[in-house]
């Protein structure tokens, strides 16, 4: 089991890596502050004991409480799929569990921000991977992102909850213009800045060989997908795949943080 939130020891070690073996499945995490920003805010979890779990979480606020919420997130959210998850439960049941977990969260970090004046505002996206009887289960709030790579195909699953996201929904503006549109990092959903919370909810078969991977904006906004599958082609999912994303990313400016986790059904 690792879950990510060793902010201290990043300064030193500017990429954490992980990797968790397991029956069927194999995962790698990173995270790095990038180039410009004082901190890292971002967060994330691989966890692989009674459950298979990975999460992404990338905080916002002032001073550190972005840091604060993500890290919450992280570990309100993975503490209740471990003490609910059970074996026989039927895809409501499992997608119920999920609600909860975010929602639980959401109140928690709701109340610290409102209690506490240091982190008055903050809030986290999170997007969530839960692997259970052969299915992936994905929980999502923001604009971190999940994407799958099958049969040579690679897609993103989740939909960004952002201004720039809603804008070419509605035909205003287009895909290339929303990677260079001055408000792309205006998030109209998130963890902990609401009392209540909308949680995207699915489920989708997860075979043999299949690639989901999980992401910050930090990756996304500067990688598209195309280039995220040359680097895995190349070098499969591996410590080395992490390590050249989040190296492209800094190539081109490292702007904001950068956390990745790549998971493959080994089976």
Do not use: W
Request: net charge negative; glycine share 8%; proline share 1%.
């Amino acid at each position: 089991m690792l879950c990510n939130i060793l902010k201290d020891f990043e300064q030193n070690c500017r990429i954490i890596y992980s990797i968790r073996g397991g029956e069927k499945m194999r995962a790698y995490g990173c995270t790095d502050t990038g180039k410009v920003r004082p901190i890292n805010e971002d967060s994330y979890c691989i966890y692989d004991d009674n459950i298979k779990l990975y999460i992404v979480a990338d905080g916002m606020g002032g001073h550190k409480s972005g840091e604060v919420a993500s890290s919450m997130a992280i570990e309100l959210i993975r503490d209740h799929l471990i003490k609910f998850m059970e074996t026989d439960l039927d895809p409501r049941s499992v997608e119920g569990i999920i609600f909860e977990a975010f929602n639980r969260a959401n109140i928690e970090i709701y109340n610290t921000s409102i209690d506490k004046e240091e982190c008055n505002g903050m809030g986290t996206t999170v997007t969530l991977a839960l692997y259970f009887e052969n299915r992936i289960y994905i929980g999502h709030v923001g604009d971190s992102r999940a994407y799958l790579y099958t049969q040579g195909d690679i897609k993103q699953i989740t939909d960004d909850h952002s201004l720039v996201a809603e804008l070419v929904k509605s035909g205003t503006i287009t895909e290339r213009e929303a990677r260079r549109h001055p408000q792309k990092n205006i998030i109209t959903r998130a963890l902990g800045t609401e009392k209540t919370i909308k949680v995207d909810i699915f489920s989708l078969e997860f075979k043999e060989k299949d690639i989901l991977i999980l992401c910050s904006d930090g990756l996304s906004n500067y990688v598209d997908q195309l280039e995220m599958k040359s680097v895995i082609d190349v070098l499969n999912v591996s410590e080395e795949s992490c390590r050249d994303l989040i190296s492209l990313v800094n190539q081109k400016g490292g702007n904001d943080n950068i956390t990745i986790i790549i998971i493959q059904n080994t089976a």
